[in-house]
Nanobody, 122 residues
Framework: QVHLVESGGGLVQPGGSLRLSCAAS????????MGWYRQAPGKERELVAT???????NYADSLKGRFTIFRDNAKNTVSLQMNSLKPEDTAVYYC????????????????WGQGTQVTVSS
């Protein structure tokens, strides 16, 4: 079983910055993709950014240039630096991890964090 611990959400004024962090722990053979999604009130969950185990990040087109995803493979962590925040960025942000376990055979799973609230308001 894999657990995700998120941190870093809160209230920020428009134009401000926040950094979210997520740490994965548990029975992990390897982590494939780590990333962030968000869900605003009354809307579906949407992609923010993901980072594969190798290769470059993938961002939602509308967030490119303001959000940056970082991944530390040695620590099994993923972070999201959010700059120039706007009221429309207000949402619950969820960490997402796709991982592989090994016990007699390889198996793939995915897990979501509990979510952290980001509110952009003056």
């Amino acid at each position: 079983q894999v657990h995700l611990v998120e941190s870093g959400g809160g209230l920020v004024q428009p134009g401000g910055s926040l950094r979210l962090s997520c740490a994965a722990s548990g029975s992990i053979f390897s982590i494939n993709t780590m990333g962030w999604y968000r869900q605003a009130p009354g809307k579906e969950r949407e992609l923010v950014a993901t980072m594969p185990s190798s290769g470059g990040p993938n961002y939602a087109d509308s967030l490119k240039g303001r959000f940056t995803i970082f991944r530390d493979n040695a620590k099994n962590t993923v972070s999201l630096q959010m700059n120039s925040l706007k009221p429309e960025d207000t949402a619950v942000y969820y960490c997402y991890v796709d991982y592989t376990t090994y016990r007699m055979s390889f198996r793939n799973y995915n897990v979501w964090g509990q979510g952290t609230q980001v509110t952009v308001s003056s």
